[in-house]
């Protein structure tokens, strides 16, 4: 096969679709529709029942984890990514990672000081020693 220079960028040809991709793009598919069929499942079970707090959080930890799993699968099969270098995977999922980490880091952060700020802010307690003892006001709203 010839290589074909258009302007000094060279172009390298496409090979046909042959039995290996077709095979390939089925199993994405069913791959893909299996995973988004589990995680519709455990949406509905945690909506159509009532469990305990604990097992409620297993069923949502179990959904995030396979999100998780689709979103690696798209990205290594449509984004061509599972194709590439290692280092150039690491270069990618590496500071996506930390990102994430930062996040979660910064939002666990903020809660903790907002919760600190309101236990020894003395107006706070004021306020809410207040609305305890204050009687209910009859006759509705003015």
């Known amino acids: 096969m010839e290589h074909q220079t258009f302007g000094g960028e ?3 040809p496409h090979e046909a679709p042959g039995d290996d991709s077709k095979k390939r793009i089925w199993r994405t598919t069913w791959i893909l529709s299996g995973i988004t069929i589990l995680e519709l499942g455990i ?11 604990g097992l409620d959080l297993a069923f949502k930890g179990a959904v ?17 990514l599972g194709d590439e270098i290692r280092n150039l995977i690491m ?5 996506l990672v930390l990102f994430v980490w930062f ?24 306020k809410q020693e207040q609305e305890h003892t204050a009687p209910a006001k009859e006759g509705g709203l003015k």
């Open 43 to 53: 949406g509905y079970l945690l909506y159509l029942t009532n469990f305990s707090e």
């Open 91 to 95: 270069t990618i999922v590496v500071p």
């Open 10 to 12: 060279v172009t390298m």
């Open 64 to 80: 995030i984890i396979l999100s998780l799993a689709k979103a690696f699968y798209i990205v290594s099969i449509f984004m061509h």
């Open 103 to 126: 996040i979660i880091a910064f939002l666990a952060d903020g809660v903790s000081w907002k919760n600190l700020r309101n236990e020894y802010n003395p107006k706070e307690q004021i």
